[in-house]
């Protein structure tokens, strides 16, 4: 069975940091490009970041430089480090297998004093 498992979310205040984790299960990881999108109530649902095979990388404009995407196939494993966190990031985050059509449940991330 093909799954995704999120975690890693909470309240951090503007200005913090938080890290977000999806494990893999039922495919050969190491041979999928995976991603991360998040969705805010009332709003179009996000791609926030994407990681290919080879480790190439891109990125939602209204996170370059803040957030960073990494695996470890080793561990099946997709990471989304988030730096300098803002209100606007306040979302529930999913990661997703685009060729396969996977998500996860979504882990909620919320950005607030």
């Known amino acids: 069975q093909v799954q995704l498992v999120e975690s890693g979310g909470g309240l951090v205040q503007p200005g913090g940091s938080l890290r977000l984790s999806c494990t893999a299960s039922?495919?050969?990881?190491?041979?999928?490009?995976m991603r991360w999108y998040r969705r805010v109530p009332g709003k179009e649902r996000e791609l926030v970041a994407h990681?290919?095979?080879?480790?190439?990388?891109n990125y939602a404009d209204s996170v370059k430089g803040r957030f960073t995407i990494s695996r470890d196939n080793a561990k099946k494993t997709v990471y989304l480090q988030m730096d300098h966190l803002n209100a606007d990031d306040t979302a529930v985050y999913y990661c997703?297998?685009?060729?396969?059509?996977?998500w996860g449940q979504g882990t909620q991330v919320t950005v607030s004093s």
């Open positions: 039922g495919f050969n990881f190491l041979n999928f490009a």
């Open positions: 997703n297998t685009p060729s396969l059509g996977t």
């Open positions: 990681i290919a095979t080879s480790h190439t990388t």
